[in-house]
Every structure is written in structure tokens, then in C-alpha cells.
């Protein structure tokens, strides 16, 4: 599409199309008022100038085809490095659904440990009694550090690939406002290390202490640490599943913009291949103005002598000139891979609520109730039109049509074209609140139309 729209107009310069004009001029008039020694000299060198106008169209095409060629490979390496690092965050979640598992298993027998020490109670001591009821909270509560530490970890590997590329790909405005020195990135990095042993830390205090506060007997006490403990370990896995959501959504969209701007990269090198060929026929074309200049002498005629000397300069004009679209095309198509790279940079706000899970969760509750919600409504109009008398309903079919006839009126001239009443008609009947049975055929649903709008209610 961007090499049709560059290639639908003709690409050269104005100082360019002067000079191969006048490149093609002068080798034309040249035999007419010069001198044969000059004509041999002015000639060749005008095919030159178009040879070298040539060899420009693909120096600048080679340009743009090898930046765009680098833009793609730096954001194929982002897109890598961010696959690498949702990798290892995937790597660091896998134990956090087993510690909700045994979590859950654990505060389970903890609920079965009353039972299972009423029947030992007769055999062994209070002592032994006492680390049964134990064993449960403390294997729950250990479970869920461990996921705590686990998603503190998997959270901030997929925080950093969802940041990724985000200063790389940035201007230098944007990069300044988020700017961090070297000390301040050295400060940054000891307080996420904190964070994640904190969050060992804190997450095995709350059951113990929730498991003290409620009062009771101690297997009661147990019960309630293993719960809170289970409780813990889901919400980890729930905040996990949460960042990694949008860590696959982000690293979907880098991955998308590496493919978009490679194929803009692929689609200039395309477009510029071309360009040594037509480099090569212009010089081929100076090449043989050269020799055809020596020939001159044995054609008698002045005018075949002008179209001689004209013909081998303005076929090389014209290749330059078909060269420069090429060059265009190569432009765009830089332009297009350094735009796509430039979407790996998107870090507002916008763009994170567009990645959040739940907002996606709650798109897709919308679409699954949607059909529903129609249903119901649609029932709700045929129950309401049997009830209604005949006079309210006329006037809710005379609104309802109006209200059609407004939006399919394109013009809003009060009229509806043939095709926007070919459009209304299929949608007449069910808008109309009759049943399948009574609905009207094509025909008979334009006058049915025509009878609601223009009939006077009383």
C-alpha cells in the first residue's frame, strides 16, 4: 500500500528533473551549433550527469534501506529480550500454583486434625497432641511465603518486560522526564532486592497473628492459621496471573510492532533492489554515449545526428528519474519500520488501562450478557405491544420508525434513498414489534412504513 501511494507520482526533486531536462536538451542541440571536438566532450558528459543523478536515487535509497533494516533488528532484539524476560517470569510463577495447592491441602487437614488426635488422644501424650495441631498451620504458613516470594519475583521480571524498550525507543523528551542516574538506578535496585525478602518476611506474619487473636481452643486457632494461610497463597497466585496477564499482552503487542516494522524493513529492501540495476544501465548509457559520439562524423544528416546524441542521455535520463521511485519507496518504507519500532515506546496511561486484565474481563462478561440483554429486550417490546391499545401502538411504531428513518437518513434531508430503504426495510418489521407470522413483505413493509409516519394520531 505505501509503495502504491509512493509510487503513484512521480518522485524527483525539482533541481533534479532541471537537471536531467537540461541534460537531454543540451545533448540534443548540441550537434546543431557546436563544434565536433565539443560535441564529443559535451555529450558523453551530459549522460554522465544523468549517471550520476542515477548512482544518488541509490545511494539514498541503500541508505534508508539499511536504517530501516537496523531499526527492525533493534526491536526484533527488544521483542527477544522481552520474550526472555516474561520467560523467566513464567519460569518463577510455576511454584506458586503448587504452594496454593498445599496451602490449601494443609489448612484441609487442619480441619480433619480434631478428629485425628481425638482417636490417638488414648495413645500417646499431650506433647505429641500438640505438634499434630501444629503441622498443618505451619506448612500453610510456609506455603505461602513461598508464593509471596515467588510472585515478588515473577512480578518484577514482568514488570521489566513490560517496560522494556519504553526509554529505548522513547524521544529524548520523553527519556528526560524519566531520566535516572546512576545512583539513583543503584537505589532503585536495593529497594526492589528489599522488597522481595520483605515480602517473605510479612507474609508469614499474618496468620500466626490472626490465629492469636481469635479466641478459642488451640486445634480452633490452627484452623484459622491454615485458612488465613490459603487464603494468602490464592492471593498471590490471583496477583501473579494479574501482572503476568498484562506481561503477555504487552510483550504481544512489542512482538507485534518487531514484526510490523521488520516487514516495512523487508518491503524497502524490496523496493531498493532494484536501484544497482538501474545505476548499472545509466552507466551503461554513459558508457555507450561515448562510443556513439564517434560515429557522428559519418551520419550526414543533422537531425540523425540530434537523435543520436539525444538517445542513449535521454534513456539514461529517464532510468534516473524511474530511480527515484524506487528511492521514495525505500523513504516510506524506513519511515513506516522507524514508526512501528516507536510503538514499543507507548507507556500512557491509556495504553496500560487498554492492557489491563480486568478491564478485559469485564469486555468479555459485556459480550457474553450482550446477546441476553437483547433477547430480553426484544420480549420485552412484543410483550409490551400485545398489551398495548391500538392507538399507543401506533404511536410507539410511528416513533420507533421515526427514530429509524433518522438514522439511516445519511443527508438528513428528510428523505431515505432507495438504498436506505432497502437498508430500513429488513429491520421495519422486528423494530415494529410484530411478531414473525405477521411481519410484511418487502412491498407491503414500504407502505406500512409510509402509512405509520404520515397517519395522524387521534
Given at each position: 500500500m505505501l509503495d502504491q501511494a509512493a509510487g503513484a507520482r512521480p518522485q524527483v526533486s525539482q533541481t533534479s528533473f532541471l537537471a536531467l531536462s537540461l541534460t537531454v536538451l543540451v545533448a540534443g542541440v548540441a550537434p546543431l551549433g557546436l563544434s565536433e571536438k565539443l560535441v564529443e566532450v559535451l555529450v558523453p558528459s551530459m549522460s554522465a550527469i544523468s549517471a550520476a543523478i542515477g548512482l544518488s536515487a541509490e545511494f539514498n535509497g541503500k541508505v534508508e534501506v539499511a536504517r530501516g533494516k537496523e531499526i527492525a533488528a533493534v526491536t526484533l532484539q527488544a521483542a527477544a529480550e522481552a520474550e526472555s524476560y516474561l520467560a523467566q517470569a513464567e519460569r518463577a510463577k510455576a511454584i506458586v500454583p503448587l504452594c496454593v495447592g498445599i496451602a490449601t491441602t494443609f489448612s484441609a487437614f487442619a480441619l480433619l486434625a480434631p478428629a485425628f488426635v481425638a482417636e490417638l488422644a488414648p495413645k500417646v501424650g499431650a506433647s505429641i497432641i500438640t505438634e499434630i495441631y501444629l503441622i498443618c498451620p505451619v506448612f500453610a504458613v510456609l506455603s505461602a511465603a513461598v508464593a509471596a516470594l515467588a510472585t515478588q519475583e515473577s512480578i518484577s521480571l514482568a514488570s521489566a518486560a513490560i517496560g522494556l524498550g519504553a526509554r529505548r525507543f522513547s524521544s529524548s523528551q520523553d527519556v528526560g522526564r524519566t531520566w535516572l542516574s546512576a545512583t539513583e538506578q543503584i537505589d532503585k535496585a536495593s529497594l526492589r532486592a528489599r522488597a522481595k525478602w520483605s515480602s517473605f518476611a510479612v507474609s508469614v506474619l499474618p496468620a500466626p497473628f490472626l490465629a492469636l487473636l481469635y479466641p478459642g481452643s488451640l486445634e480452633f486457632r490452627a484452623i484459622v492459621a491454615a485458612a488465613a494461610a490459603a487464603a494468602q497463597a490464592a492471593y498471590s497466585l490471583a496477583r501473579v496471573e494479574y501482572t503476568l496477564a498484562r506481561g503477555v499482552d504487552a510483550v504481544a503487542l512489542k512482538s507485534r510492532c518487531a514484526a510490523i516494522s521488520d516487514t516495512y524493513a523487508n518491503q524497502g529492501a524490496r523496493a531498493g533492489a532494484i536501484l544497482p540495476f538501474t545505476s548499472a544501465l545509466s552507466g551503461l548509457c554513459a558508457a555507450t554515449t561515448v562510443a556513439v559520439v564517434e560515429v557522428l562524423p559519418f551520419l550526414p544528416s543533422p537531425v540523425l545526428q540530434c537523435l543520436t546524441c539525444v538517445?542513449?542521455?535521454?534513456?539514461?535520463?529517464?532510468?534516473?528519474?524511474?530511480?527515484?521511485?524506487?528511492?521514495?519507496?525505500?523513504?516510506?518504507?524506513?519511515?513506516?519500520?522507524?514508526?512501528?519500532?516507536?510503538?514499543?515506546?507507548?507507556?500512557?496511561?491509556?495504553?496500560?488501562?487498554?492492557?489491563?486484565?480486568?478491564?478485559?474481563?469485564?469486555?468479555?462478561?459485556?459480550?457474553?450478557?450482550?446477546?441476553?440483554?437483547?433477547?430480553?429486550?426484544?420480549?420485552?417490546?412484543?410483550?409490551?405491544?400485545?398489551?398495548?391499545?391500538?392507538?399507543?401502538?401506533?404511536?410507539?411504531?410511528?416513533?420507533?420508525?421515526?427514530?429509524?428513518?433518522?438514522?439511516?437518513?445519511?443527508?438528513?434531508?428528510?428523505?431515505?434513498?432507495?438504498?436506505?430503504l432497502r437498508e430500513l426495510l429488513p429491520l421495519e418489521a422486528e423494530h415494529a414489534f410484530l411478531s414473525p407470522t405477521q411481519r410484511p413483505r418487502e412491498t407491503d413493509s414500504a407502505v406500512f412504513t409510509l402509512r405509520c409516519l404520515h397517519t395522524p394520531l387521534s
Open positions: 538517445a542513449f542521455p535521454g534513456v539514461g535520463a529517464i532510468v534516473a528519474a524511474a530511480a527515484s521511485i524506487s528511492k521514495a519507496r525505500c523513504e516510506v518504507d524506513a519511515a513506516a519500520a522507524t514508526a512501528a519500532a516507536a510503538q514499543i515506546a507507548r507507556v500512557d496511561e491509556e495504553d496500560l488501562a487498554e492492557m489491563s486484565p480486568v478491564q478485559t474481563v469485564l469486555g468479555l462478561i459485556r459480550s457474553l450478557l450482550r446477546p441476553a440483554t437483547q433477547r430480553a429486550r426484544s420480549v420485552w417490546r412484543r410483550l409490551r405491544w400485545r398489551v398495548l391499545p391500538p392507538s399507543d401502538k401506533l404511536r410507539v411504531a410511528r416513533a420507533e420508525l421515526e427514530y429509524r428513518v433518522e438514522m439511516y437518513d445519511a443527508d438528513a434531508d428528510g428523505r431515505l434513498s432507495s438504498e436506505e
